[in-house]
């Protein structure tokens, strides 16, 4: 049987997945006594599904939702999305950072046994949203952790959590990184705690393009996460166009996932801003065929990695 993974709308084979968003935020509506400073709302039903219209007739399959529960997630919404578009879309357990939920928020407090139970359960039952009121279950797919570089207090606590949730199901982590900073630090910590690399996915790494570094990941088995594309301020051109082709010709094409990490709806083309979902077919795919990329490397860093890192082993 080959691999599948877990959608809000049911199981689907990673072969299913043409064109993927690997780090992407398709509804956020955070819980009250979040600080305005930490508040994104992207909560506006017609116009995300307008853009998931828009990303679906441009050939996109997947995308991989990556706001965990308490922080704004309504995995609901994710499967009424994804049913009523056809873009497939994934879920997360976990934790973000700290600043995006509210002061009493249980996460902070809870052991790493506590965390643990809930993230398998989340994964494994169904999201707490979704089974509130005896409703459907929408299961996650991947547990995140909020890294903003330092291992150490409550972060360290539900990097424990994620470990056991990972080795009991099979689920790969997903790393919220502060611009890839001291992403050293991640492997040694969760071989210690039994989780191996090829379950890690390290997102927004390409803000630190050192590339000895992102070889040295690559080669361990992290998947890497970039999406810097549609930001200018990231100078993209010197930094994730320069990453690319260097990793594929040292054979690590397998390593690296596309992402474009849209959380703010002024990135949103329905939402009057921009450069909107499909950035990812008008702008990135042309490019990876311009820097000569083949079309089965294309389709790794489009599809395939994403959706095997997704796909519990
Ligand atoms: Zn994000």
Redesign the pocket.
């Known amino acids: 049987m080959s691999a599948h993974i877990q959608t809000v709308t049911g199981s689907v084979p990673v072969e299913a997945i043409q064109l993927a968003d690997g ?3 398709v509804w956020i509506n955070p819980a009250d006594g979040v600080s305005t400073e930490a508040r994104i709302e992207l909560n506006d039903y017609t116009r995300i599904c307008q853009e998931l219209v828009s990303f679906k007739t441009a050939g996109g399959t997947l995308l991989v939702d ?1 706001q965990p529960g308490d922080a704004g997630r309504d995995s609901r919404q994710l499967r009424r999305l994804s049913a009523g578009t056809g873009v497939l879309i994934t879920a997360t357990t976990g934790a973000h950072q700290r600043k995006y939920y509210p002061p009493e928020s249980w996460q902070w407090r809870a052991d790493a046994d506590e965390a643990a139970r809930f993230f398998i359960s989340e994964l494994t039952e169904g999201t707490v949203e979704s089974l509130d009121e005896g409703g459907e279950p929408v299961r996650a797919a991947v547990i995140k952790i909020g890294y903003e570089g330092v291992i150490e207090g409550q972060t360290r606590v539900l990097m424990e959590a994620a470990a056991v949730a990972s080795q009991q199901t099979g689920a790969s982590i997903l790393f ?1 990184t502060e611009a890839g900073r001291n992403i050293e630090a991640l492997i040694p910590f969760f071989e210690k705690h039994g989780v191996p690399p090829t379950r890690l996915y390290m ?2 790494v390409d803000k630190r393009p050192d590339i000895g570094l992102h070889r040295e990941l690559g080669r361990a088995g992290v998947l890497l996460g970039y999406d810097t594309f549609g930001r200018q301020k990231y100078d993209p051109d010197h930094n994730v166009w320069e990453l690319i082709p260097a990793l594929a010709a040292d054979g690590l094409a397998g390593a690296m996932a596309v992402c474009l ?1 849209f ?1 703010f709806p002024s990135m949103w083309k329905s939402f009057g801003g921009g450069p909107g979902l499909t950035y990812l077919q008008e702008e990135v795919l042309p490019r990876l065929a311009q820097i000569g990329l083949d079309a089965a490397i294309m389709k790794r860093l489009i599809a395939r990695n994403v959706a095997e890192r997704l796909a519990w082993t």
């Open positions: 780090h992407e935020h990556c919220h997102c927004h990490d959380a």
